[in-house]
């Protein structure tokens, strides 16, 4: 969920995305969905392609985590 809403707040495609970060479009799909999980190499990689530092990933993917992990939250 993160990188899809990292990549639409950038304005990027995924087959842009995919290019800039050296995998398949239909990964960056996989990736989106949560049916794959990236190597660290291929997370910085999409941090570099999304002009966004690792610790702003980190915080962003925690605060989701955490967001998704309230007992309160809505899950629809």
Request: glycine share 6%; with cysteine; net charge negative.
């Amino acid at each position: 969920m993160v990188l899809a809403e990292l990549r639409i707040a950038r304005g990027i495609s995924q087959e842009k995305l995919s290019f800039e970060a050296g995998v398949d479009r239909s990964y960056i799909s996989l990736l989106e969905r949560g049916h794959k999980s990236p190597t660290l190499d291929t997370v910085f990689n999409l941090c570099r392609a999304l002009d966004t530092r690792f610790d702003q990933l980190a915080t962003l993917l925690q605060a989701k985590l955490e967001e998704l992990n309230d007992p309160g939250h809505d899950a629809r």
